[in-house]
């Protein structure tokens, strides 16, 4: 039965009339949840509800009405609306987890989980290979609050527990690390700090809900920035923030105490990105991997970084962990310059140059993991270059790669030159 809400007019409130079954997979669970078209004359799509004020009934509702930790209390436009919940409904039923919040991006996210659990005078455990921004935010925001930050080596597995304090109170995870791909020992990593009651945070982005079952592998809390595949079209700001049983309650006041909400508009775009989700995710990695595999085969390259190729980093650890890739992935080259390496990416036609990824269209751009790494040390052969496999026929796509590392063939590599 397709879920349905109802409005109760003495109240003011709107309750789920029926929860999902869980038994559907979760390409269904894409499709069917967060729907409630009984309550919006039939249309298939929530729409777009737009509110700052919303009316209550009588003035006893209005006097009861805070109740932040009801979602389907309707009490004002920043704690949200049904175009609101509807996409909180699917985050939950996709990921599995007790609740989801909405936020104004994948940063901000990141951003409020992080300020739900760490204090003043405590000690934080960040990835080495964390998405820069998240670096930014710990060193010249977090250090303001005299919290303490220590980045560890994303590969270090159990031995965490080595880098633990008596105030350690957050770990935070990102797995594949941003720009590198470290796959990151997960359920070593939770199962230690659960043990030392340490909350665990877990940028999900790359692998979606689809792809990772972070509460299965014990993460407390799963940060997606929705802006990425969720939302699929590069035209939408969101991050969702999806919490389990224990945390859900401090990530959803942390949200509302910051004044943190999603606009209607982007919270509509991406419920309707993720109803795609499953078909565009499947192409993005068949493309990502047929690119990964013929770029392994070229002599301009050193190494390719895709934790799913066989004997790539992390492959062992992502066989055992994850059930698909996305399209993005690193790709080390032979040792030419700066300039060589520029000449061959202004040379490609299909191959954007921009930041953030997901979209329907491919990307590549130059990325610099030893100007910002502090715990580990990167020591590649050659310049890194980060690609995302669009949705574009993936022959096309080779031939335009092709071509551009003729400009690599024609100019040399510091070796030679
Ligand atoms: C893009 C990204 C973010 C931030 O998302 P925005 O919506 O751009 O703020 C956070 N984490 C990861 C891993 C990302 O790739």
Not at 56 to 65: I, L, M, N, W
Not at 365 to 382: C, H, K, V
Request: hydrophobic share 40%.
């Amino acid at each position: 039965m397709v879920p349905s809400c109802h409005l109760n007019n003495r109240s003011g409130s709107l309750t789920l009339a029926t929860r999902h079954p869980s038994n559907y997979d979760i390409e269904t669970l894409a499709i069917i949840s967060g729907r409630a078209s009984g309550e919006h004359h039939g249309v298939v799509n929530t729409p777009v509800y737009r509110a700052s004020t919303i009316l209550h009934s009588d003035a006893k509702a209005f006097e009861t009405r805070h109740d932040i930790f009801d979602r389907y209390k309707v009490v004002y436009g920043l704690l949200g609306t049904p175009t609101t919940f509807a996409l909180e409904e699917a985050m939950i039923a996709l990921t599995g987890g007790h609740d989801a919040v909405l936020t104004s991006s994948g940063l901000s996210a990141v951003t409020i989980s992080l300020l739900s659990f760490i204090n003043a005078g405590e000690h934080l455990l960040m990835t080495d290979s964390v998405y820069w921004p998240t670096r930014a935010f710990c060193d010249q925001t977090l250090s303001r609050f005299g919290v303490d930050v220590t980045y560890y080596d994303p590969t270090i597995g159990a031995d965490i527990e080595s880098l633990i304090r008596p105030n350690t109170r957050v770990i935070f995870l990102e797995s594949p690390g941003s720009m590198t791909f470290e796959v990151q020992d997960i359920p070593a990593i939770t199962k230690i700090a659960k043990k030392r009651e340490i909350t665990t945070l877990l940028d999900a982005t790359w692998a979606t809900p689809l792809y990772f079952d972070a509460f299965g592998h014990g993460v407390d809390v799963a940060i997606h920035a929705a802006t990425k595949y969720l939302v699929g079209h590069s035209d939408v700001l969101l991050g969702v923030i999806v919490s389990n049983e224990r945390t859900w309650e401090t990530v959803r006041q942390t949200k509302t105490r910051f004044g943190e909400g999603a606009g209607p508009d982007e919270v509509y775009l991406t419920t309707r990105g993720l109803r795609t989700l499953p078909i565009r995710l499947k192409n993005h990695q068949e493309n990502g991997l047929t690119l990964a595999r013929w770029l392994e085969q070229r002599p301009e390259v050193a190494s390719v970084l895709h934790p799913a190729l066989p004997g790539a980093p992390g492959h062992e650890l992502f066989k055992r962990d994850f059930t698909g890739a996305c399209g993005l992935f690193g790709v080390i080259l032979n040792d030419y310059s700066t300039e060589t390496v520029r000449t061959m990416l202004n040379s490609l036609e299909l191959f954007g140059i921009g930041a953030s990824w997901g979209g329907y269209e491919s990307l590549i751009i130059p990325a610099f993991p030893d100007r910002y790494r502090t715990a580990t040390q990167w020591n590649a052969p050659g310049p890194l270059l980060r690609l995302h496999a669009g949705l574009e026929s993936p022959t096309d796509l080779i031939a335009d790669l092709e071509q551009g590392f003729k400009q690599l063939a024609d100019q040399g590599t510091n070796s030679i030159t």
